[in-house]
């Protein structure tokens, strides 16, 4: 049995010894390194896998058509957009992602994330590190939190965890999502609302959906000119959700007070050439909200868990199906 672990550059050298432990014993695991300009070789390497194991590899309808006996893809994260799941299907081919890893986490790295911003944190860095001031004036005005309005953009399980913990602030709460029951939000005092509330009311907006053909490149600039607000806006979901350069413009011209963004339009960015970075009104951190020792334990161990539930067939062991395909 063929098992391939598909890594882009960045992650290709990681431990994989959870995966080993639990993957069914005597299958020939390898290692397969995508990039675009090598993809006939990484072609050639999993096209007789019976199951694929990925987080960032793009497998499109081209790369799901060379899979030649492929069972299973598993997908070590809770989004699944790299992978056409909805084509893979026809295939026959079942598509794993996991349900829950990181909530704690990402909750937490928000909130800190959405403190700092408001407490203007990178403003008194710069001032201290690179000026050596002491002076608390340097940051202009701070609003106080208790009362603002923070509004999320997907109240799924991250998002509902960031909401009880903006509660214990004093912070007001409202939410947009279309797919969520009034009475879950009702239970963490969230008000659902429509969009357009979410970006006139809102003094921090946080974003925390998944990633769909009709959210990319949806906060544009023509939507950050409708926030009345001049909202703090931070993004620990996508990064494609937002045009970057449409966020400089706003940044700029004083649409957004600051930004906080885990992730970029790309998983690999350019940092020596990208204009969000050295800014004392934008906070980066390396897409890592997700992590810790307990999280990063879960994001090797329940992915490779589902593969081999799926090979074996205890379907009912799977944590999170994310196509049908008939067991």
């Given at each position: 049995?063929?098992?391939?672990?598909?890594?882009?550059?960045?992650?290709?050298?990681?431990?994989i010894s959870i995966e080993k432990e639990i993957l069914p014993k005597g299958s020939d695991i390898q290692i397969a390194l995508y990039t675009?300009?090598?993809?006939?070789?990484?072609?050639?390497?999993?096209?007789?896998?019976?199951?694929?194991?990925?987080?960032?590899?793009?497998?499109?309808?081209?790369?799901?058509?060379?899979?030649?006996?492929?069972?299973?893809?598993?997908?070590?994260?809770?989004?699944?957009?790299?992978?056409?799941?909805?084509?893979?299907?026809?295939?026959?081919?079942?598509?794993?992602?996991?349900?829950?890893?990181?909530?704690?986490?990402?909750?937490?790295?928000?909130?800190?994330?959405?403190?700092?911003?408001?407490?203007?944190?990178?403003?008194?860095?710069?001032?201290?590190?690179?000026?050596?001031?002491?002076?608390?004036?340097?940051?202009?005005?701070?609003?106080?939190?208790?009362?603002?309005?923070?509004?999320?953009?997907?109240?799924?399980?991250?998002?509902?965890?960031?909401?009880?913990?903006?509660?214990?602030?004093?912070?007001?709460?409202?939410?947009?999502?279309?797919?969520?029951?009034?009475?879950?939000?009702?239970?963490?005092?969230?008000?659902?609302?429509?969009?357009?509330?979410?970006?006139?009311?809102?003094?921090?907006?946080?974003?925390?959906?998944?990633?769909?053909?009709?959210?990319?490149?949806?906060?544009?600039?023509?939507?950050?000119?409708?926030?009345?607000?001049?909202?703090?806006?931070?993004?620990?979901?996508?990064?494609?959700?937002?045009?970057?350069?449409?966020?400089?413009?706003?940044?700029?011209?004083?649409?957004?007070?600051?930004?906080?963004?885990?992730?970029?339009?790309?998983?690999?960015?350019?940092?020596?050439?990208?204009?969000?970075?050295?800014?004392?009104?934008?906070?980066?951190?390396?897409?890592?909200?997700?992590?810790?020792?307990?999280?990063?334990?879960?994001?090797?161990?329940?992915?490779?868990?589902?593969?081999?539930?799926?090979?074996?067939?205890?379907?009912?062991?799977?944590?999170?199906?994310?196509?049908?395909?008939?067991?």
């Open positions: 049995m063929k098992i391939i672990l598909a890594e882009i550059p960045e992650t290709v050298n990681r431990d675009p300009e090598k993809k006939s070789d990484f072609i050639e390497q999993i096209k007789d896998a019976d199951a694929i194991l990925t987080g960032y590899v793009p497998f499109d309808k081209e790369l799901i058509d060379h899979l030649e006996n492929c069972k299973v893809i598993s997908i070590a994260a809770t989004g699944y957009n790299y992978v056409d799941v909805k084509y893979a299907e026809t295939k026959g081919i079942h598509c794993c992602a996991i349900g829950d890893y990181c909530t704690q986490e990402v909750a937490d790295h928000t909130l800190m994330v959405l403190l700092a911003l408001t407490r203007k944190l990178p403003v008194y860095q710069e001032s201290i590190n690179e000026k050596h001031e002491w002076n608390y004036l340097v940051a202009g005005s701070v609003p106080r939190l208790q009362g603002q309005t923070l509004g999320i953009v997907g109240l799924g399980k991250i998002g509902q965890a960031v909401a009880k913990r903006a509660k214990t602030f004093g912070m007001k709460l409202i939410a947009y999502d279309p797919y969520l029951p009034k009475e879950i939000a009702d239970d963490i005092a969230t008000e659902l609302v429509d969009l357009e509330q979410i970006l006139s009311k809102s003094d921090i907006i946080t974003l925390h959906m998944n990633l769909t053909s009709e959210n990319s490149s949806f906060f544009t600039y023509d939507v950050f000119k409708k926030m009345k607000k001049k909202p703090i806006i931070i993004n620990m979901a996508r990064g494609e959700m937002i045009d970057e350069a449409d966020l400089l413009k706003a940044l700029n011209e004083g649409l957004i007070k600051s930004a906080g963004l885990d992730v970029l339009e790309s998983e690999s960015p350019d940092l020596d050439n990208n204009s969000l970075v050295g800014r004392s009104d934008v906070i980066l951190t390396p897409h890592v909200a997700f992590y810790s020792d307990t999280s990063m334990y879960l994001l090797s161990k329940i992915p490779a868990d589902n593969i081999k539930y799926t090979l074996n067939g205890e379907f009912d062991k799977v944590d999170r199906f994310v196509n049908q395909v008939e067991k």
